[in-house]
């Protein structure tokens, strides 16, 4: 049984989906089939992140909400469009590219894709080691270098369950991401 630990969300009075999408696995397509829990919805525009701001970049608090909650698919088209529109070359871009994979390999549990996992997340670890040499910082939008390369890390060598049921939000990992200090809001 997974311990369920407690968070305060980021993002309280954001809607949440009434399912995760798990790619081939029935769930409706969230945008493409009219009976998606995003279908016919316009995406709130991303502002690009700046890691000065990133306590007042609602995509990135919403999918920081999103992953810790179990919508990987879904934090992983949040934070994929807020890249969009952030320098992808930049530190806050190759950050992103980092939680990118995280949610990815979320999305690969789901799928029972245990190489994805692995690959996903391995590529992750190497993005936050990165990002953490190149700003020599201990922490990054809010979030601890040492902790992302172990959680990363962690995700990496997992066993995971098999029988997870279809489009139920349940978070895999051992690990949240929660940045510090926790904006008020």
Known sequence: MQTQVKFVRLLPTAELPRYTHVPGSGTPHPYRDPRGHSHARRPVPAKALREEMWAENRSFLLGLDLFNLGFYWEAHDEWDRLLRVTNQDSLCGMFLKGLVKMAAAGV???????HGVRRHAASAGEV?????AESDQDRFCGLDFTLLQFAADRAAQLAYPTTLETGRPLRVFPFLLIPEPIPLG
Do not use: L, P, Y
């Open 128 to 132: 936050f080691a990165d990002v953490a």
């Open 108 to 114: 690969k549990v789901r799928e029972e894709s245990i």
